[in-house]
């Protein structure tokens, strides 16, 4: 159990490029056995990445993967699985329309060609009892058990495939404290047993509860590995959170906000929000932060008119509206305009020219003269977009030239509430800066900002108010001093916020 | 990139015309008669009855969709048109041709909502309206060949001349013409592509897409429901099943014509010159001496040689 053995994995000089983006970069890493070594990181930190590389679900573009001492590649899982290394993946990785049985015998070991072996299941069935799970029926759909029968199901058939290397990504993510307990106690003993476990959570008590060793990433890179205790909690956000560059951001406005443009009252939607409240001033940014999933991004749907069904009430101007489609939306009465999450699917028609793409959100919109390239200019200018001529397809810009256009065309409507789904996400530093300086720019103009970031320095140096999410609900409003990285870390994770951090 | 102007005719669009010229010219050298002012004009006036069809066809699969209920678009138009004007009724035989053209803009209406409100597969749900409307049909005739005749009107659209041209070709060539000026200046021949590349985009930008996806099916309709009227006024009558053989030619003339079957990408002007491709094309396969079975055979192959021309083309262009 000495940490100088010989590790089981170990990445050295590891970098993986998705295109331009770099999601690892120059990564040394190692897992020992009998240990529990936890990977802590922000979104975009590259953990997901690394679990895969371990997994052989993708291939590094740089370095090398040595398992036991070897150099050796892992063209797919089914070869990780071999080595020992199984993971258990953040996307459920079960086939919903198989039995719990068919999927616990699926991929073990020993099975292939239309041969499958039975006596996996009595161990499973163990397993699943120590966690709770003795009440899942061998017979039932995957599909029809909640996510949390899901994911136990998920441990038992990782743990019954002899893991030397057990991967948990977001593994308990949908279980409950005693269930994540059992689970725990189980891993432990399997540690004891000479296993290796890499995990990673969001929830920072699991992490503290569980780990031996704690490695933190930011930016794909791999900032420090240090044994659990070693360091505060505090010196652990510092490090997720690195150093601040302060000349990213435009200056903050002195001049307070002015009046209400937007109103959200007890706002809910029964496919995940709930009793939400937002308020939101001319010329005000306003963050939306938390976790993926929680329920900021639906809010922005809700506000689009892409939402059926939804409770509370909707206020414009002091005025109560019903918002039913983007097109209402969007209508000079409202005022409405959305930049969605994903450039390339739902923001831009990639095949069709950079001019096509700008004029499609302001054609048949009165008073716009959409197909008049100039109306656009002043936003392409200020975001300094390059391009070879406007009739270059859209696919072929980068990704942050891409997301300029996304912006571009809605800017040309001079929306009075402009909607922003984490519009930075992947793009370059420059980028980023240029799209800081207009949001400033419009908001100094009038234009009041709702902003779903992934990016916590977003809320602290660029929004004047954030609201954080969890479950479905703002569980945190900070503002002014109170908007520190780590209140906003503690709130995404749900967690109370010690005193001494107000200081 | 969409070309929804005839001032700018790319590579795509050429490629049917210059197969058709390619196929008067080839078959000249077998039947000299082929380069006649008499077959050729014959040739532009059975090409529209295809064109016709084919340019709503183009709209519909232009935004990424299929409309399966042409045959018995064109064939319950054809009935329609014929029994109101068989009825001897001067009033209902002078509304014989807008009430046909309505009745296939109701039949489109009737897929859009299926497309857009339901959101069922085009490809499924236009089937159905197809196999419903030739039960209709066979209700309403007793499944014997339905009585009626064309009118005048009719008879000259489909068969008279103007100007030395067959009326059906000038006709044809002016709805397109109109069309094509009206996507390119309006907001809807812009949806219809974008809609086509990717309907969510669309959507998100906030475009009112059921709407443009209503009024493309219903044009389709229209369409198809012209090419009944004039298929009606050429045999002087309708029969049953009269629109059977235009459905796969109308599709083969709207992909040959540079249109992807995905949508997004093509117009309207390519579909002219693979409606007379594909006319030419059956017509001197027609008078060669071989059997059926390879004449199809041949036309596949013809129709296959020229797609996988179009695809090696923009592959090596891109």
Aim: aromatic share 6%.
């Amino acid at each position: 159990m000495s940490p100088d053995q010989n590790p089981i994995v170990e990445l050295v000089g590891i970098s993986k490029h998705y295109g331009a983006t770099a999601a690892l970069e120059g990564v040394d890493f190692a897992c020992h056995a009998g240990e529990v070594h936890a990977v802590l990181g922000e979104n975009g930190a590259g953990k997901s990445t690394l679990m895969k590389l371990i997994a052989g679900v993708i291939q590094p573009t740089e370095g090398q993967v040595r398992v036991d001492g070897q150099p050796c590649t892992l063209p797919n899982p089914a070869a990780a699985v071999a080595r020992g290394l199984v993971c258990m993946f953040q996307e459920l990785s079960l086939v919903p329309d198989l039995t719990v049985l068919e999927n616990l015998m699926l991929g073990a070991p020993g099975t292939g060609l239309g041969r499958l072996r039975r006596d996996v299941v009595a161990p499973a069935r163990a397993v699943l009892a120590r966690i709770d799970g003795g009440h899942i029926r061998m017979s039932a759909r995957v599909a029809d058990l909640s996510l949390a029968e899901r994911q136990q199901v998920e441990i038992a058939k990782a743990i019954t495939r002899n893991p030397r290397l057990l991967i948990l990504d977001e593994a308990t993510s949908a279980l409950n404290a005693s269930v994540v307990d059992k689970v725990f106690a189980m891993i432990r003993e399997e540690t004891a047993r000479g296993i290796g476990v890499l995990f990673i959570s969001h929830r920072f008590h699991e992490i503290e509860a569980l780990a031996d060793k704690i490695s933190v990433f930011r930016n794909g890179r791999h900032v420090d590995t240090f044994r659990n205790g070693d360091y505060g909690y505090g010196a652990i956000i510092g490090k997720m959170v690195g150093q601040r560059i302060d000349d990213l951001f435009p200056p903050k406005r002195s001049t307070p906000p002015g009046d209400e443009v937007l109103r959200l009252d007890g706002f809910g939607w029964p496919g995940g929000i709930e009793d939400v409240s937002i308020s939101l001033r001319r010329g005000a940014i306003v963050g939306l932060g938390g976790l993926d999933g929680q329920g900021q991004s639906r809010v922005l749907q809700g506000l689009f008119g892409l939402l059926k069904g939804t409770a509370g009430e909707i206020r414009i101007g002091g005025n109560p509206v019903r918002i039913a489609t983007p097109e209402a939306a969007k209508s000079p009465e409202l005022g409405i305009a959305l930049v969605p999450e994903d450039r390339k699917t739902e923001a831009l028609i990639l095949d069709q020219s950079i001019a096509r793409n700008l004029e499609l959100a302001a054609l048949g919109v009165p008073g716009v003269a959409a197909e008049d390239p100039a109306i656009y200019q002043p936003f392409t200018d200020a975001l300094e977009l390059k391009c070879a001529s406007l009739d270059q397809p859209v696919g072929q810009l980068s990704g942050g030239n891409q997301q300029k256009v996304a912006l571009a065309k809605w800017l040309a409507l001079k929306p009075r509430c402009l909607l922003l789904a984490d519009p930075t996400r992947g793009i370059d530093v420059k980028t980023k800066t240029q799209i800081y300086r207009l949001l400033r720019q419009l908001a100094d103009q009038g234009t009041a900002i709702l902003l779903l970031s992934t990016d916590y320095e977003e809320f602290i140096h660029l929004c004047d108010e954030t609201h954080i999410f969890y479950d479905g609900r703002i569980v945190r409003h900070l503002s002014g001093d109170d908007v520190t990285a780590e209140n906003i870390l503690a709130a995404t994770m749900n967690m109370a916020v010690s005193e001494a951090s107000h200081a | 990139m969409t070309s929804l102007r005839l001032s700018k005719p790319d590579t795509d669009t050429l490629v049917p015309f210059i197969g058709a010229v390619a196929l008067i010219l080839c078959g000249s050298l077998v039947y000299p008669q082929f380069l006649t002012l008499t077959y050729l004009g014959q040739q532009l006036q059975i090409s529209a009855f295809l064109g016709v069809i084919a340019m709503g066809a183009t709209i519909v699969i232009l935004l990424g969709h299929i409309d399966l209920s042409v045959p018995w678009v064109v064939g319950g138009a054809a009935i329609m048109s014929t029994a109101l004007v068989g009825s001897g009724d001067a009033l209902l035989g002078a509304i014989a041709i807008p009430a046909a053209l309505l009745f296939g803009a109701l039949i489109g209406v009737i897929n859009g909502f299926g497309v857009a409100i339901m959101r069922i597969p085009s490809m499924v749900w236009t089937l159905a309206v197809n196999s419903m409307l030739l039960g209709v049909a066979v209700l309403n005739t007793g499944g014997f060949n339905p009585k009626g005749e064309a009118s005048a009107t009719m008879v000259w659209m489909a068969s008279g001349h103007l100007l030395g041209l067959p009326v059906a070709f000038v006709l044809w060539m002016a709805l397109t013409a109109g069309l094509t000026l009206f996507l390119g200046r309006s907001g809807f021949g812009r949806y219809l592509a974008a809609i086509g590349y990717n309907e969510k985009a669309t959507f998100l930008s906030g475009v009112g897409t059921p709407r443009v996806i209503f009024t493309a099916f219903a044009l389709a309709g229209a369409c198809s429901a012209l090419g009944g009227v004039l298929l009606a006024g050429y045999a002087n009558q309708a029969y049953q099943s009269m629109g059977d053989p235009y459905l796969l030619p109308t599709i083969a003339a709207v992909v040959i014509g540079g249109t992807s079957i995905l949508g997004g990408r093509g117009g309207l002007a390519g579909t002219i010159g693979g409606a007379l491709f594909i006319t030419l094309l059956t017509s001197i396969l027609s008078v060669m001496q071989i059997s059926n079975a390879w004449r199809s055979i041949i036309f596949g192959l013809i129709i296959l040689g020229v797609l996988l021309f179009q695809n090696l083309r923009r592959k090596a262009a891109s």
